[in-house]
């Protein structure tokens, strides 16, 4: 399992912010490979984290090169004042069953 973390500091968002972020969002929804997704806000810096989880990184690269992703990619600096992007592997998880939305690792 590979994760793709999407760490930013947000600037203004607008109509056009919402509307490629739900076209980019919806399209790892329904990629094959696509695990899970979780989202974080730190208040006290502001930043936010968006996590995704895939199977594989075949499957990652096929959100990077949708159409919508390469736009907002562009354009990033109309609504954001920095970001990062870290791609991981994932070697274990666990806990309890309590929540819900993070894949087991096998």
């Known amino acids: 399992m590979y994760t793709s973390t999407f760490i ?3 600037r203004q968002f607008d109509d056009e912010f919402h509307r490629l972020d739900e076209i980019i969002a919806n399209a790892a929804r329904s990629m ?3 695990l899970g997704e979780e989202s974080w806000e730190n208040p006290a810096c502001g930043l936010v984290s968006n996590v995704y989880y895939w199977a594989s990184l ?3 690269q096929r959100l990077i090169e949708h159409p919508a992703h390469v736009e907002a990619k562009a354009r990033q600096a ?3 004042a920095g970001y990062r992007v870290v791609i991981a592997q994932v070697v274990r998880t666990y ?3 309590q929540l819900d939305g993070v894949p ?3």
Do not use: D, I, R
Request: net charge neutral; proline share 11%; charged share 10%.
């Open 78 to 80: 109309n609504w954001l």
């Open 58 to 60: 075949e499957a990652l």
């Open 95 to 97: 806990g309890n069953a």
């Open 8 to 10: 930013f500091a947000k």
């Open 104 to 106: 087991p690792t096998p």
């Open 32 to 34: 094959s490979g696509f």
